[in-house]
């Protein structure tokens, strides 16, 4: 079982940054992929970024150049780095795990999100 925290939401204005780090408990860190999903207001769930477990990156078009997810294998910590944020940046940011890469958001371990909130 893997449990992850998420924490670095907070209120930003627009063009500012803002890192999203989520922790994950247990002995399988290194070999899962790991992944960040947001949810805006009324809207679905959408992937954003993942990393797998040889540290190939994977990004939506929307936030492509402007986030950089990065793992810290030794701190069992993955991390999303948001920069040049935009007012539709604004959702809860979670952090999910699985055994392969997929965008299709199927995975095994969920954390509890963080809210981002980007003001205009």
């Known amino acids: 079982q893997v449990q992850l925290v998420e924490s670095g939401g907070g209120l930003v204005q627009a063009g500012g940054s803002l890192r999203l780090s989520c922790v994950a408990s247990?002995?399988?860190?290194?070999?899962?992929?790991m992944n960040w999903v947001r949810q805006a207001p009324g809207k679905e769930r959408e992937f954003v970024a993942a990393?797998?477990?040889?540290?190939?990156?994977y990004y939506a078009d929307s936030v492509k150049g402007r986030f950089t997810i990065s793992r810290d294998n030794a701190k069992n910590t993955v991390y999303l780095q948001m920069s040049s944020l935009k007012p539709e940046d604004t959702a809860v940011y979670y952090c999910?795990?699985?055994?392969?890469?997929?965008?299709?958001?199927?995975?095994?371990?969920w954390g509890q999100g963080t809210q981002v909130t980007v003001s205009s």
């Open positions: 999910a795990a699985g055994m392969t890469v997929d965008t299709s958001l199927n995975y095994n371990y």
């Open positions: 247990g002995r399988m860190f290194s070999s899962l992929a």
């Open positions: 990393i797998s477990w040889i540290d190939r990156t």
